[in-house]
């Protein structure tokens, strides 16, 4: 499987930005599939998962009310809406494809693609 994901850019706190990530090569909807983000300087860190269906979002604590991760399955395509962006939300934003059930460990994740970058500015 392969991932394209785009849709990062700069812009300023309180703002808004969707990245989108493109997947080809599989059977995308027998994926689970997620959002990972890494700042400068710091790790690698879970931002939001969705089940196969689409019916089961999970969110890390930081952005729970302010992201939405959404699927449209017939065009391989997963989404990020950030909302009400904060400084500290700065990172290379990448998607995953996750054959198995665990959605927070970054290691269980298959494909990756390449990160796009986010900056809010303060």
């Known amino acids: 499987v392969q991932l394209q994901a785009s849709g990062g850019g700069l812009v300023q706190a309180g703002g808004s930005l969707r990245l989108s990530c493109s997947a080809s090569g599989g059977t995308f909807r027998n994926y689970a599939v997620a959002w990972f983000r890494q700042a400068p300087g710091k790790e690698r860190e879970f931002v939001a998962a969705l089940s196969r269906s689409g019916s089961y979002p999970s969110y890390s604590a930081s952005v729970k009310g302010r992201f939405t991760i959404s699927r449209n399955n017939a065009k391989n395509t997963v989404y990020l809406q950030m909302n009400s962006l904060k400084p500290e939300d700065t990172a290379v934003y990448y998607c995953?494809?996750?054959?198995?059930?665990?959605?927070?460990?970054?290691?269980?994740?298959?494909?990756w693609g390449q990160g796009t970058l986010v900056t809010v500015s303060s």
């Open positions: 995953a494809v996750n054959r198995g059930s665990d959605y927070y460990t970054a290691e269980k994740y298959n494909y």
